[in-house]
């Protein structure tokens, strides 16, 4: 994420609400004419509301992931939580083994979109990292994008043991390049990044003049977050529905897929026992890896697909403008910029998004 790593599915700190408002502003800036390298804008003139009422995404219902979904020990300690789908009469020599990795605040449900569509010929694998979503959330213990990396390594070769694809949004995407820059056997097969994030936290990235600005405030923010009492009562206030809702809305750029069920799959893992150690880890931790240091060690196949309408992972902001600017240098890097779609382009825009992915996965077995 920009130097403001936050995914909207945590509470914003405080300075992000002006950071919010500045963006909204820049859009029109932003749609630049992007079409070097491997780059395409894709235009969108179809309603969100169409998209949305039409029935044109399947989503797989809440409970069918609840009830399939398996448990996996990891380190044959903690309890981490996985969904797999597939058709067997539709998967051909061609298909592919995907991993779905969610956001900060997100889990498995994050995915509801594009499981079936996925599933239609290829293997999905979802996984809830661990401290999110119906995954254990271990008291005290100190997260980190390299445990999280290291945990997806250890799920390919204990679970799902074939190459694979992974498939990560927000600090999702950041933990899959940082597995995929550390792997040493021939475990991932390619990566699909959806805004990739700059960070775990808001200490992501320093060479931008307004995190430079604020960064007392944010050190502020992180000693505040330490202290028990007022960590649980501004936890308690994000996870609230209403307020929940309001924070989604403006992460999204299709405000149609903000519906309670989504505000259902963010609220209701925050209520298990464990989420708000989790949440404090995490906000206040090391920001770990940056994926500009690492995306040139990878050799494997790259899609990124970046909403447009992001004010957190901005296009004009350090990442942003490092990812748009590798499809003319690395010949394995392609990217997409998807118009009017914010944050967590799978919820938001899963047309969109299949519309770009389900094509180059089904290249990718003669590249």
Known sequence: MRALTWTGLSPPPPAMVARMTMT?????????????????????????????????????????????????????????????KSSPEEVTPASQTVL????????????????????????VYA??????????????????????????????????QKPTVLIGNSVGSLACVIA?????????????????AGGMNNKAVFDDWRIKLLMPLLLLIDFLLKQRGIASALFNRVKDRENLKNILTNVYGNKDN????????????????????????ILTGPPGPNPVTLIPEITKPVLVLWGDQD?????????????????????????????????????????????????????????
């Open 311 to 367: 004010g957190l992972t901005p296009l004009d902001g350090p990442v942003g403008k490092y990812f748009t600017s590798l499809p003319g240098q690395l010949p394995n890097f392609n990217l997409y910029v998807l118009e009017g779609v914010g944050h967590c382009p799978q919820d938001d825009r899963p047309d969109l998004v299949h519309e770009r992915l389900l094509p180059w996965l089904a290249q990718l077995s003669s590249t």
């Open 180 to 196: 995929a820059s550390e792997s040493q056997r021939d475990l991932v097969r390619g990566l699909v990044l959806l805004n990739c």
């Open 258 to 281: 903000v519906d309670d069920t989504l505000v259902e799959v963010i609220a209701g893992p925050a209520n298990s026992e464990g989420a708000l150690d989790a949440f404090v880890s």
């Open 100 to 123: 779905l990795v969610h956001g900060f605040g997100a889990s498995i449900p994050h995915w509801r979109r594009n499981i079936n569509a996925l599933s239609k010929h290829h293997t």
């Open 127 to 160: 996984i809830d990292l661990l401290g999110f979503g119906a995954s254990e959330k271990p008291p005290g213990f100190s997260y980190t994008m390299e445990s999280w990396a290291e945990l997806i390594l250890n799920f390919l070769e204990e679970v799902v």
């Open 24 to 84: 909204s502003k820049m859009v029109a800036l932003r749609r630049m004419n992007l079409r070097k390298g491997r780059v395409s804008v894709r235009a969108t003139a179809s309603s969100s509301a169409a998209v949305s009422s039409g029935g044109v995404v399947e989503a797989v219902e809440l409970a069918e992931i609840g009830e399939k979904s398996k448990k996996w020990k990891w380190k044959g300690e903690y309890s981490i939580n996985y969904f797999v």
